[in-house]
Structure formats: structure tokens, C-alpha cells
């Protein structure tokens, strides 16, 4: 075989072992196998020495011109490698852009939250302000300045969440605000105290914990009628209906005297008339708190005349007038912190 054939054969040896590579590190070491130490061109490049001098120029050029060749093949399978082994990874890093976006939840404020602050703003458009007070109450706050007395069945233990070895209780209404701000404030008072309250319950209209709103309005003259009236005004502005009524069903609270229950009128089947709740005798009343004349002897014991001062409170289930408000069903649903029930109310 003449140095041109052996050129050749090597040179198609190149392509076949340089095609078959399917990285670098493979085609580095079929680079190898030609132009390395001991590769086949760089064997014959050695043997040129052997050659006579007129031969050896030509030889010479020719391995060289075949090394450039081989180098070429090496140099364009390398291009082609790196470039299939990018394509690959931007492949697996590809973003379908069909699927839906991945959204950032917008967070939102909890039904009750925005029924309390519905409240809030709607009893400072008649001149209430908020006022607030512990959740862990004592005796006195809680029952004693109330006249709830030791016999009382709010009092006992199936009521009530004792903290043990203490005075103190989980406040089971928002009642003794009523006394914590008399304490502090000269009448005239005009608040409101939104807030948990705790009780022994649990089922889908109670639950250990639920909101109240206390209202107290003090000054002189005040009574029983415009209880009604604020109630009434209350009520029609909370649930945007001016057919609202309301009716007071006497009740005994020992802090009030009289006391009612507040009942409020509400259709029974909403979706055939849902614009009368007295239409077709379908009217039903739900009961929403209890109010009442506030009694002289919880004046006299926040050091208030009750000569000169007279006023009403009154105690209404947050948590029932969100119920009313959304439809809902049961009271448990707004405890469980399920996203999807949640969610509704953004
Ligand atoms: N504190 C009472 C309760 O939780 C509700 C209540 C009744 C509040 C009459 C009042 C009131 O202010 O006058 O059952």
C-alpha cells in the first residue's frame, strides 16, 4: 500500500470512528486513536525520517494535509455535539406555556372580619365608638358588676371556661366591657364592643368560641325606644333592606331591667319573595341577641346616677349575622379554615 492509499484508508477510518461518537469525551478519544502520541498519522509522521530526502517533502504535506482533514471532521462533530447536547437541555428546561399560570393567592379578610368591620362603620355612621376588653375576664367584670349572681346558670360549669385555680374566666359575653368602660368614661357612652366570647357548646349553630357585639348607649333620657330604633336602622343598613322588623320578646338578663330578646323578621323561603318578609305568612323570626334597659344597680356600681342617667345595652351574635348575611348554614364551616369555603368571600 503507498503512503496515498494508507492516507485514505485512514482518513475513511476517521470518519467512521468520528460519526459513531455521541459525545466529547468519546470523540476526544477517537481524536486519539489519529493524531495523539501515538495515534496513526502522528506514527507516520515519525516515519518520515526513514524517507529518502526527496521524498519526504511530499509525504510530509500529504499526512499533514490529512491530519488538517481529520482535525476538520473532529472540529465539526464537536460543533455538532455540543449543539444537539444543547438542544437537549433547553428541551428539558421548556416551559409549556399553555398551562394555566401559577397565580400569587390573593389573601383576604375572613367573613367575620368583614361583617364586624361592616358593623363597626355602620354604628359609627349613628355615633358609636369601639371599644374593647380582655378575653380573659375575671369574676367581677364578667358576672358579679353584671348582677349575674353565684346561682345563675351562665355561672356553672357547663358554661362556662374556668381558668383553673383562679378568678378568671374566657369571657362568655361581650357584657363586661359595658362595665370596664362606664368605670373609665363619663356618660354620655355611646360604644359598641365587638369581640370572641367562649362558652362549653359545640354544634353547627354554637361553637366554643363566637363573636358578640356589645352595644351601650348612656345618657340622660335614653330608653327603651330608641333601642328599637337603633336596632331597626342597624339591621335594615347590614343586610340592605328597608322590610326588616324587629320584634322584642321580654327576657331576663340580670343586668337589664326590662330585658328582651331581639327577634328579627325574616322570610321563609328567600328565593319566591325575596323582597317582603311579611308577604304570604311565610314570615319566620330568628332570634339575633338579647338587650335590654341597662338596670340602675349596674350604674350604681360604675359610680353612675341613675336619677339622671338611663340607657340600654344590648348583646348580638356576630357570627349569626354572618350566617344570615352569606346563607351559611352552619356555624362550623367559618371555624374550619377551609380554604375553599373561604375563598368565597373575597
Ligand atoms: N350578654 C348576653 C348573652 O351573652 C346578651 C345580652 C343580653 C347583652 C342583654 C346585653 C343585654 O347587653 O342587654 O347572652
Known amino acids: 500500500m503507498d503512503l496515498m492509499e494508507q492516507l485514505e484508508k485512514i482518513f475513511s477510518e476517521a470518519q467512521e470512528a468520528v460519526a459513531s461518537t455521541g459525545s466529547v469525551a468519546e470523540l476526544e478519544?477517537?481524536?486519539?486513536?489519529f493524531l495523539g502520541k501515538a495515534g496513526s498519522l502522528t506514527e507516520l509522521l515519525k516515519g518520515l525520517g526513514k524517507l529518502s530526502a526527496q521524498e519526504r517533502p511530499r509525504a510530509g504535506a500529504?499526512?499533514?494535509q490529512a491530519k488538517s482533514r481529520v482535525e476538520a471532521l473532529v472540529q465539526s462533530r464537536r460543533d455538532a455535539i455540543v449543539a444537539r447536547e444543547l438542544d437537549a437541555k433547553?428541551?428539558?428546561e421548556a416551559i409549556d406555556v399553555t398551562l394555566p399560570g401559577r397565580r400569587q393567592g390573593a389573601g383576604g379578610l375572613h367573613p367575620i372580619a368583614r361583617v364586624q368591620e361592616r358593623v363597626e362603620k355602620l354604628f359609627a355612621t349613628m355615633?358609636?365608638?369601639v371599644a374593647d376588653g380582655p378575653e380573659i375576664e375575671n369574676d367581677f367584670y364578667n358576672f358579679t358588676a353584671l348582677r349575674v349572681f353565684p346561682n345563675h346558670p351562665s355561672r356553672s360549669m357547663q358554661d362556662t371556661f374556668y381558668v383553673a385555680g383562679s378568678e378568671l374566666v374566657l369571657r362568655t359575653h361581650t357584657s363586661p366591657v359595658q362595665i370596664r368602660y362606664m368605670e373609665a368614661h363619663e356618660p354620655p357612652v355611646r360604644i359598641i364592643c365587638p369581640g370572641r366570647v367562649y362558652r362549653v357548646d359545640h354544634d353547627a349553630t354554637h361553637s366554643p368560641m363566637f363573636h358578640q357585639v356589645e352595644g351601650l348607649w348612656v345618657d340622660e333620657g335614653i330608653s327603651l325606644a330608641d333601642l328599637k330604633g337603633t336596632l331597626a336602622q342597624f339591621l335594615r343598613a347590614f343586610f340592605e333592606r328597608d322590610d326588616?322588623?324587629?320584634?322584642?320578646r321580654p327576657s331576663y338578663f340580670p343586668f337589664v331591667e326590662p330585658g328582651v330578646e331581639v327577634d328579627m323578621a325574616w322570610p321563609r323561603n328567600e328565593?319566591?319573595?325575596?323582597?317582603?318578609p311579611r308577604e304570604g305568612g311565610e314570615t319566620r323570626y330568628l332570634e339575633i341577641g338579647g338587650a335590654g334597659v341597662v338596670h340602675p344597680d349596674v350604674l350604681r356600681n360604675v359610680k353612675i346616677d341613675p336619677g339622671k342617667y338611663s340607657g340600654f345595652a344590648f348583646g348580638i351574635g356576630l357570627d349569626?349575622?354572618?350566617m344570615l348575611k352569606y346563607g351559611v348554614d352552619d356555624l362550623r364551616l367559618f371555624f374550619e379554615n377551609d380554604l375553599k369555603f373561604l375563598g368565597q368571600f373575597r
Do not use: E, M, V
Open 29 to 33: 478519544q477517537a481524536k486519539a486513536r
Open 62 to 64: 500529504a499526512i499533514n
Open 90 to 92: 433547553l428541551a428539558g
Open 127 to 129: 355615633g358609636f365608638s
Open 244 to 248: 326588616i322588623a324587629i320584634r322584642f
Open 271 to 276: 328565593s319566591t319573595k325575596p323582597d317582603s
Open 320 to 322: 349569626r349575622l354572618a
